[in-house]
């Protein structure tokens, strides 16, 4: 949960003022507290199916940190058509893939047994639609010989660490044209 600064300070217009999970056991947590940052848990297996119920627990986490714009990683809960209202044009996604190819789930899998050459991650614009928003940026990566899901993964989540920043520091600055490396 990001909020923007009135001038910069150091080399990102942004500032983290929240880490927040569904998994109380997350490691983000403990390092974002380790680092001085807030952090929220609310674990959606309480709410015990009911997204609604779950989604006003963290919206409430939300409107106390204020941020201006929302980063999902790794964020595994779909989230329902009012949640996404409330934050549209102003929540981010990283998912593992190059979109629109392979939305949903088990992309790294799905991309060795498609034979593809190239596999790589996408941040985009959270719409209700799964994985379906306004592409942000792209990285790409090679698909090597005896790759495996866990090799592949590991090649792409380097990447991610990358293109995340940089398509978050440029949409903070209002700057929508993708960012592709
Ligand atoms: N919600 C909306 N409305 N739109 C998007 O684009 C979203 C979203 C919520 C999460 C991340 C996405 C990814 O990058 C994301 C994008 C979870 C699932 C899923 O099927 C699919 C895509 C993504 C995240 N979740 C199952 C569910 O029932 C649970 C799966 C599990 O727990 O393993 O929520 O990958």
Redo the contacts with the bound molecule.
């Keep these: 949960m990001i909020r923007l600064v009135e001038s910069m300070v150091g080399d990102h217009p942004a500032r983290c003022v929240l880490v927040a999970s569904n998994d109380p056991g997350a490691a983000g947590l403990r390092r974002a507290a380790e680092m001085g940052i807030p952090t929220a848990a609310v674990d959606h297996r309480a709410y015990k199916g009911d997204?609604a119920a779950f989604e006003a627990a963290l919206q409430a986490e939300l409107d106390k940190a204020a941020p201006d714009i929302l980063c999902?990683a790794?964020?595994?809960?779909?989230?329902?058509?009012g949640?996404?209202a409330q934050w549209e044009g102003r929540m981010l996604?990283?998912?593992?893939s190059l979109l629109p190819k392979y939305?949903?789930?088990h992309?790294h899998a799905r991309a060795l047994e498609a034979g593809d050459a190239e596999a790589g991650c996408t941040v985009?614009l959270?719409?209700?639609?799964?994985?379906?928003?306004p592409i942000l940026g792209q990285a790409r990566v090679p698909v090597l010989p005896g790759d495996t899901e866990d090799s592949l993964a590991a090649r792409v989540l380097v990447q991610e660490h990358r293109l995340y920043p940089l398509v978050l520091e440029r949409f903070a600055a209002g700057d929508l044209t993708p960012v592709l490396l």
């Design positions: 997204r999902l790794g964020f595994m809960r779909i989230l329902t058509p949640f996404v996604n990283i998912h593992p939305k949903g789930l992309t985009h959270v719409t209700a639609a799964l994985d379906d928003g």
